[in-house]
């Protein structure tokens, strides 16, 4: 058996977090609130530890859900009406990232669920799961390239956090929230620095390469799948971010 017969269900889900993530990357970097994603994420997470730590892994889905969308709405709400936002955003990151760690400490395996939550093994991807996860992003990318266009106000802003609450809870049940972030930030931020082409049509496929790359690596040299999508995708960004400046400033 080939390695892509193998692991297409992973790379076929890599691609799709890929294009779903960098439909809210390019918006969140152009707002200015990068950390967003990651509170949203770390929140939602929460909600995955106390369903872990109280209900033995019940209701994960829903009560992951809950928390993300409770996190949306708060900032959501926050972008109107509080000064200084990212640094709002932050504590809200920082709430959610050490009530985990409170959560978890009653498991004796509190330490490798946090590993978990923050960057999980994708590389044997169920069909089961590739097909549940496709069928979410489907919808949230309809709602995005068709409703969210056309809204206004702050039915827009909860469309657009709401949505992203819905991606988030199921990505990082995926892949972690570590994983997340890279793939929400990295791939937008390269397809932001430069102007040949379309940014979210470059941001696409430069993280889709660079998380092929990455899960390939993973499999030949038996590394942590979570951590290597990170460290690949994030230095793929920096590298060409860095060399597309330079030739800006050299011609």
Request: aromatic fraction near 12%.
């Amino acid at each position: 058996m080939s390695i892509i017969e193998l692991l297409y269900p992973a790379f076929i889900l890599a691609i799709a977090l890929v294009f779903i993530h960098t439909v809210f990357g390019l918006e969140i970097i152009k707002r200015g609130v990068i950390f967003t994603d990651l509170a949203i994420g770390q929140i939602a997470s929460m909600g995955m530890a106390i369903s872990i730590a109280f209900f033995e892994g019940s209701y994960q889905t829903l009560m992951t859900l809950g928390f993300a969308i409770l996190a949306a709405a708060v900032i959501t709400w926050a972008t109107k009406n509080i000064v200084k936002i990212e640094a709002f955003i932050g504590l809200l990151y920082a709430l959610g990232i050490s009530s985990i760690m409170l959560v978890l400490a009653r498991s004796s395996e509190g330490t490798e669920l946090f590993a978990k939550l923050s960057a999980a093994d994708i590389l044997f991807t169920s069909t089961d799961t590739l097909v549940e996860s496709l069928s979410i992003y489907a919808v949230v990318a309809l709602v995005m390239f068709f409703v969210y266009p056309r809204a206004k106000g702050l039915v827009k802003e909860l469309i657009f956090f709401i949505m992203l609450a819905i991606t988030v809870t199921s990505s990082v049940q995926s892949a972690g929230v570590l994983v997340v972030f890279a793939l929400l930030i990295a791939p937008s931020y390269a397809g932001l620095s430069q102007s040949k082409f379309k940014a979210f049509t470059f941001a696409t496929i430069f993280g889709s390469i660079a998380v092929l790359t990455a899960l390939i690596a993973s499999y030949n040299f038996d590394l942590p799948t979570g951590y290597t999508i990170i460290f690949i995708t994030v230095l793929f960004s920096l590298i060409f971010v860095v060399c597309s400046s330079m030739k800006r400033k050299a011609s």
